[in-house]
């Protein structure tokens, strides 16, 4: 593969989200055509064949209740060690992180380690738009849902009457709702909030069957939402706040001013937007690297968790993982190499991420304030070396 095809394959995902270059539908297709041709077991991409990552969702790693972790309540427990006490973060390596946080214009950041907020930079209290971090939120709520009972994945669109503007066929309706989670559903209908990038992008109406191929969909995502506001009776805005912001006691969240519905005339599906501040964004990540429990209550089950996070499409080239409404590195960060099920992601638009490492209890958090459709943005590769920094910062053992 050549140098300059390697350099688009990685900024697939970015354009996605709205890359700084703009590229032409003919030509990153014409990219994507030889990749997609054969149906290998490898991987397909921003749009590629079906590549079984993990094709039973098979479950990570489970892990029982400690006695002794610790849950923030109304307010963050900052990390205070003795001078004598165990090995201490190194702060060498925060200032670092810092650095290279001031060098991307990052706006907030914060690491919180074994339930304790570790570091924090910038203005980590401010409700910002999460942009696609609002779908691995949906994840979530979704979970709960699917542990009482209400919400079958397994049911089709005919199953549960979706349709929309522009009709969809008896093809697109046998996709199910577990295929919307992984962006799998094969329906290209326009989405609302969609980036012009993503539009470039979506294959032709019924080129693909539900199931053998993936695109980052906005409709599958949007429709996700609609059919869980169907079954719960609850908008994602207001399950968003019984379900996690209430429970996990939310510092900064308000209902009426950081949540909104945008119905655009593409879709009959409206996008759910959401503001969240870092530290809140943070006890949603604490919530997954604790397997859904949330002071000795769980939240969301353990199995859901293992679920919603493994992996069902590889990306070209190896390079990330998609599984349900959450991301996995596979080559992305090679000092980053944890076992099957230890990290994931989530991310969204300018540089939104939350990041979860089970093993090392370790959640991160890293927000940009940007305009819907500013272009400029921190992609997993510019974030790389804050993330070396803060890897390497934290305590052996």
Do not use: C
Not at 85 to 112: C, F, H, K, M, N
Not at 180 to 187: A, H
Not at 205 to 233: E, I, K, M, V
Not at 255 to 280: G, I, Q
């Amino acid at each position: 593969m050549n140098s300059r095809r390697q350099f688009l394959l990685r900024r697939l995902p970015g354009a996605v989200f709205g890359a700084v270059t703009p590229v032409t539908r003919a030509a990153l297709m014409a990219l994507m055509a030889p990749m997609a041709a054969t149906a290998q077991p490898t991987p397909a991409g921003l749009t590629g064949v079906a590549s079984p990552a993990s094709a039973t969702g098979a479950a990570g790693p489970t892990r029982a209740a400690v006695p002794d972790e610790v849950f923030p309540r109304q307010t963050w427990a900052r990390l205070q060690l003795p001078p004598a006490g165990p090995p201490a973060w190194q702060a060498e390596r925060l200032r670092a992180a810092d650095e290279a946080a001031a060098s991307l214009r990052t706006d907030a950041y914060l690491v919180v380690h074994r339930g304790r907020l570790v570091h924090a930079y910038g203005d980590v209290a401010r409700p910002r738009n999460v942009y696609s971090v609002r779908k691995s939120v949906l994840s979530v709520l979704t979970g709960i849902y699917v542990d009482r009972g209400v919400i079958d994945l397994g049911q089709t669109l005919a199953d549960l009457g979706v349709d929309d503007i522009e009709g969809l066929t008896a093809q697109e309706k046998t996709a199910t709702w577990r295929q919307l989670l992984q962006s799998r559903s094969g329906v290209y209908h326009p989405a609302a909030y969609e980036t012009r990038e993503a539009k470039a992008l979506r294959p032709a109406r019924g080129s693909h069957a539900p199931g053998t191929f993936w695109y980052y969909n906005n409709w599958d995502f949007n429709t996700a939402g609609g059919l869980f506001q169907l079954r719960t009776g609850k908008p994602v805005s207001e399950a968003l706040r019984d379900e996690l912001a209430g429970p996990l006691q939310f510092e900064d969240f308000d209902l009426a001013r950081d949540t909104e519905s945008v119905l655009e005339a593409s879709s009959k599906y409206p996008a759910y937007v959401m503001k969240l501040s870092a530290r809140d964004l943070a006890r949603l990540g604490l919530l997954m690297a604790r397997g859904g429990r949330w002071q000795g209550r769980q939240i969301v089950s353990a199995k859901w968790v293992a679920e919603s996070t493994a992996p069902h499409t590889n990306l070209p080239g190896g390079w990330q993982r998609y599984a349900s409404m959450w991301w996995v590195p596979r080559r992305a960060w090679p000092f980053w190499q944890r076992a099957d099920g230890d990290v994931f992601f989530a991310w969204g638009n300018g540089g939104q991420f939350l990041f979860v490492d089970r093993g090392r209890d370790l959640v991160i958090v890293h927000q940009v304030d940007l305009p819907r459709f500013f272009s400029s943005h921190v992609t997993p590769e510019s974030i790389s070396g804050l993330l070396q920094h803060l890897l390497a910062a934290v305590p052996a053992g």
